[in-house]
DNA sequence: TATGAATGAGCGTTCATTCAT
DNA sequence: TATGAATGAACGCTCATTCAT
């Protein structure tokens, strides 16, 4: 039987949670330091420390939470079955995560465990996009020649060059979903055509 | 015409950048002090902010410098026709790049260039990568029905996901060769078979 | 026979005074670089030393050139041969001297020149303001156990002293010439009836 | 009921302080150095900062110190009657004011408060010059026509004026004290006879 | 748990002045 | 004279993290 958390700390918690939030609806999560959220929230410093490891396991914590919910959203929603669908249901991620560019950094190191103990919120969202993602190769009339596990690596990989080419000036004039939409109809879709487009 | 560069400039910026490659060589970028490199350039701190921005200019270049020499085989050598060879000519790269995680940072903060002025020798680099993956794309037995371009920028994103997956520690376990050239053999080639494969 | 100053060299030097007055008058003495004054003169920085001994040779020029002017509108009026008179006359100074407090402190500082060579132009202008002040001191109905000399002394040590309580927020209720006036009233005017102030 | 300052931040500060005081007794107040106080202290340089808003602040706090020292002596000594005591007593201030033109420069910048929350030790010690001179000038036999306020001020007056020309080469030859001496005499005495000096 | 003072390493900056060309 | 790159010595600051109470 594990000791039940106390209520105490349950509160404490909520509040530094409930102050980071204030503070990141106003300022963004770039902006966010230490010092404004326990001051907001009341306590001291050092119990912040109490209750995350550090600044980025409340990062983890927080951005996890949001992303969360827009999986809620995909997970309630029909499986989208073209191409086109899979990007209008994920552009709300897209636009998250191109927010601010201290989000998608956080996201890239979290994404992965480092270790096996620290899977935190953010990994755990990569699961389930991974999952989703899967659920959805299925049930599309995608590539067969590919396992439905890689081509959503694939997809993820192409959702994150998306964004990566987003956050440079020089590709900003054409959109981010409309970047994601080609990148994935030339993954998960084989032509018998043959084009002959040349590089510049 | 321009007002050429003094030599007394030119001299000065190369014993600094001299200087920050002896450093590096000895303990790698993570733990390079800007202090250090005047120091060991018997040159003021401030003439150091004078020929760089801030210390990252400094990164930028040298790491550029450093990829464009690792490009510059590449260029030299015959271009790879099949994946195996194209994954081997990469493997460099991704040795370099995955050296440090401070390393692989800072590329991906500089991959983009932020603004038009702002394309620094990194960005550089990456346009360098993606003409010669044209090129590759062109002259190997790849699938035809997506333009090269769309082929480099694809192998740009696997390239980019390999690496990632590989600073953590949940995959760690695959040889980052193996899984980017899995990547690229399903993007650059598309079998007729179909498999069955389930998600986790 | 001295060799005559080159034309250039007037040249120079009066591009550079032109410089710094347009920027004084932009920004104020406080906000004053070399940098921009060579810039906006559009000559090199070492060209700045070759004229000036350092950026206070030049504040010292320009201050005391201003004083200067402001000492000639003296000079010009018929001499004050009351307090109030002395007081109004001595005005535009004081607002002058109190516009910024970086221009107080030249002035303090180089009031008293260092060295007998080193008398420059502000030091001239306490010559000048000294001088006047006797003849004034002369001219009205002042007390007479003391020498105009002395009394010139004195009416230099009040003119400062109402300028450093200006400076100081406590005292900035109270109107600079009132201050200055009451000081001088004091100072200059011996009257035979006893008061009986106390202090806070 | 304030929150009580913990001891140990009474501790750190008071270490901060005497290091500081070491070190202006080997070097002086002009060579001390923020970097060299902190290492004495065996304290963070962050620590500094978080005591003392800057160096400056910690200097106001220091020459206040000393100053405060002196005016105790001058309380518990009798009050001076005449005006060689005045002098006389105010010598040891004279003689620190003067001993370093850096120490003149702060009190002279710091002893007007700007803000009224800016009241710093130095500023306070001017209180106190004021007041205790208030004392002198209502036991001593002096001029009756003027407010003992007032001839406190002019006796400042006077006291500043001294010491600005003691940093002037031109009237060095002239003892500090001497000039203070005859500066008093006339400020707060009145003769009946005339004198008929001329101006230089 | 909670507290909050202390840590600490290094970055970026400032800008008048010098000096080799 | 003119040039302008280089100097240089601190200062101020950052801010997540630790630790003694």
Sequence with gaps: MTKPVQQ????????LIAAAEVLIAKEGYTALRVEDVVQKAGVAKGTFFAHFRDKDALMDRLIGAHIDRILDDWEK?????TIPEVVAIMSPLLTFLTSERYVFDVVMRYSGATLIED?????????????????????????????PQLLSEGVQAFFFQAMALHFCALHSDIALTDRLQSYLSAWLIVKTESPSASCT
Tied chains: 1, 2, 3, 4.
Aim: some cysteine.
């Design 77 to 81: 929603a029909p499986a989208p079955k």
């Design 119 to 147: 899977i935190g919120p953010i990994a755990m969202t990569i699961g389930r996009f991974d999952e989703l993602m899967c659920g959805w190769m299925e049930v599309g009339e995608y590539r067969a020649d590919v396992s």
């Design 8 to 15: 105490r700390t349950l509160k404490t918690r909520a509040k």
